[in-house]
């Protein structure tokens, strides 16, 4: 057993005094007056050894008393004894290389090999950076260690430490010495530790921690963007976070110009593919570049299988789309979106959707039982009934991301839209899975979002004809969005590093990425459907910026790598959330020009226990002194 605080253990002194009151109180002369002979025998009685033996357990009680206070402060660690820890132990130091660390990494640097430095010359040493799994190499001197350090390089994302800890056996492997201590460099974020409670403390001897302050408050970031367009123009909107008040310049295509924090807009030509969004006159860099690849939704095929009115093809010259009616099956392995009325769709269409497609369909405008059972929908839905509807009804939007623009916030719902629509009839289903995108005023559904198969459906719950929706305000906003969401491709191409995300792309050949600035390659794991692939990119340590997502023989997009917001923006964690997760820590810092160790205060698991003792100790001590002089007052008369 070792000690963490044994300089506490000089208060096993006060032993003495307990054992000095005990034979003080046993020497003392007792006098007692009488007045019969008979109570000479019952003071006898008293006296006999049975009953002293109760005087010496009143002695234990208040040296194991004693005793626990002073452990409780000395704070006993079973494991490896102190002689043997004395003699050398095997030190990973793991050392956060996230962006955030971007603009203290010298000044972290320098502090690392300080620690080194002042380390016991008998530890060795295995270093492992955060952008990695992989330890740097085996166990070796300090001397070497500060070597490497030479080659280590800030990086685009950081695996979180608590992750890379949870393999304690595998980081201390061909390990020289039993005592397995870690020192974590790290400015401590959230994001960059993770959750600690998956690090097993009992891996551990020891855990140090190096804290590098990263000056985070006031910094500069965009949390989100949303592009789409508009006529001949993207319009890209962006959140800019930063201190209040200020002006910052953000740049964009060799464009300056000042925005104050807060949801702000910039538009590109129509024929732009890329954006790139930089702010000037932050103090903290590494977050100031944000890069997109700008898609255009609108290459997706569509079939229209709707009757065709002046409003419809305004529509489309509006979404800049040509739809056309598939003949034959080429044609329906070209398209992505159909639309349709429910009673007159293709035989081939439920194999289509289940495959990948997206069917967005009209009820007719009789909809009968009989009607409704012919349509292929109705294997998973049914029919309860329809009402007429004689006057124009107000409708909103259902919160969630179908609808959402930059953010919707959970306090201010979506609102009822002012126009009404015009609708003659609304029908009701039954609907096992899906959720509703529209509702009326009274709730309503108006408009189903079904998943079928690898496909979706959406479905209307009012006839195309004679509602007035060509005509409505909200065919043009509804149907971009119905476009958007039933295509596989985005509008902006952007990720956050660190965070998996999948893509779809239309392509013939697997998809691999390569980065334009270094002419680095990466092959994302991919899977193919139909005519698409499916890639997923963003949980590996790449550099950031834009990539080309191409085959062997052309590009098929552009996608940004960004840093992730968490980097900008995550809490620090302080002493105590180490303290209360019961692991064996303490803190070096910098005090002055020199490093000073503090170590932290004592988990509740770890001296609770030790706590408990000391107050049944002492509740039997007072109970059994208590019992102690029931005998010499039971004496007298």
């Not at 006296?47 to 206070?69: C, D, Q």
């Not at 300080?114 to 952008?131: C, F, G, H, I």
């Not at 990263?214 to 800019?240: C, K, Q, T």
């Amino acid at each position: 057993m070792s000690f963490l605080s044994p300089a506490f253990l000089w208060g096993l002194v006060a032993l003495a005094v307990p054992v000095i009151v005990h034979f003080f109180y046993l020497r003392r002369a007792k006098k007692y007056e009488f007045s019969q002979a008979a109570l000479v025998e019952r003071l006898r009685q008293a006296s006999r050894p049975y009953l002293r033996l109760r005087h010496w357990i009143l002695l234990l009680l208040r040296l194991g008393a004693v005793t626990a206070i002073v452990l409780l402060f000395a704070r006993p660690k079973v494991g490896v004894s102190a002689s043997l820890a004395s003699e050398g132990a095997s030190v990973l130091v793991v050392w956060d290389v996230s962006p955030s660390m971007m603009p203290v990494f010298a000044q972290s640097q320098a502090l690392l090999r300080e620690v080194l430095q002042k380390a016991p010359p008998s530890y060795e040493y295995r270093l492992l950076t955060t952008d990695s799994y992989l330890p740097k190499g085996g166990f070796v001197s300090a001397k070497l260690l500060m070597e490497r350090l030479q080659e280590v390089q800030p990086a685009s994302m950081g695996y979180p430490i608590a992750t890379l800890l949870e393999r304690g056996a595998v980081l201390f492997a061909n390990a020289q010495y039993p005592v397995h201590k870690v020192y974590i460099l790290s400015d401590f974020q959230s994001s960059s530790i993770g959750d600690i409670a998956r690090i097993p403390a009992q891996a551990f001897s020891e855990i140090v921690l190096i804290p590098v302050s990263s000056p985070l408050a006031g910094n500069a970031y965009i949390d989100s963007l949303l592009a789409f367009r508009e006529g001949s123009e993207w319009r890209v909107r962006f959140h800019l976070h930063g201190t209040p008040g200020r002006l910052y310049t953000i740049r964009t295509k060799g464009l300056a110009r000042s925005f104050l924090p807060g949801i702000q807009e910039v538009r590109f030509p129509a024929e732009a593919t890329a954006l790139e969004i930089q702010i000037e006159g932050d103090e903290l860099p590494f977050d100031n570049v944000i890069t997109a690849g700008l898609r255009d939704v609108h290459s997706a095929q569509i079939g229209w299988g709707m009757p065709t009115e002046p409003s419809v093809e305004k529509l489309h010259q509006l979404l800049g789309i040509q739809p056309k009616p598939p003949r034959n099956s080429e044609d329906w392995d070209d398209l992505s979106i159909f639309v349709g009325l429910l009673s007159s769709l293709p035989d081939n269409l439920p194999t289509w959707v289940a495959e990948g497609g997206t069917l967005i369909t009209f009820p007719p405008a009789e909809l009968s039982p009989a009607v409704w059972q012919r349509t292929f929908l109705s294997a998973e839905l049914s029919l309860l009934g329809s009402r007429d509807i004689p006057q124009p009804i107000a409708f909103r939007p259902v919160e969630g991301p179908f609808w959402e623009s930059v953010f919707i916030r959970a306090e201010s719902p979506p609102a009822l839209l002012a126009e009404p629509l015009r609708l003659r009839k609304l029908y009701e289903f039954r609907v096992p899975t899906g959720q509703p995108l529209l509702l009326s005023e009274e709730g309503m559904p108006l408009l189903w979002e079904l998943p079928w198969g690898k496909g979706r459906v959406y479905l209307f719950t009012f006839p195309w004809e004679g509602s007035g929706l060509s005509r409505h305000s909200l065919l043009v906003p509804l149907f971009a969005r119905l476009y958007q969401w039933g295509e596989r491709a985005d509008f902006l191409w952007a990720i956050e590093a660190g965070r998996r995300r999948s893509f779809t792309l239309k392509c013939t050949e697997r998809p691999r990425l390569r980065h334009i600035a270094t002419g680095t390659e990466y092959l994302p794991s991919a899977e193919r459907k139909g005519a698409f692939w499916q890639f997923s990119f963003g949980d590996q340590p790449l550099p950031l910026g834009l990539y080309e997502v191409r085959g062997e023989s052309q590009t098929y997009a552009l996608l940004g790598l960004n840093v992730s917001v968490e980097e900008s923006s995550a809490p620090i964690l302080s002493s105590e959330v180490w303290e209360k997760a019961g692991l064996p820590v303490r803190l070096v810092e910098w005090s002055g020009d020199s490093l000073q160790t503090r170590k932290l205060g004592w988990a509740w698991r770890d001296w609770h226990l030790w706590l408990l003792l000391t107050i049944l100790l002492l509740v039997g001590e007072t109970f059994w002194a208590r019992r102690l002089l029931r005998p010499s007052a039971s004496t007298l008369p």
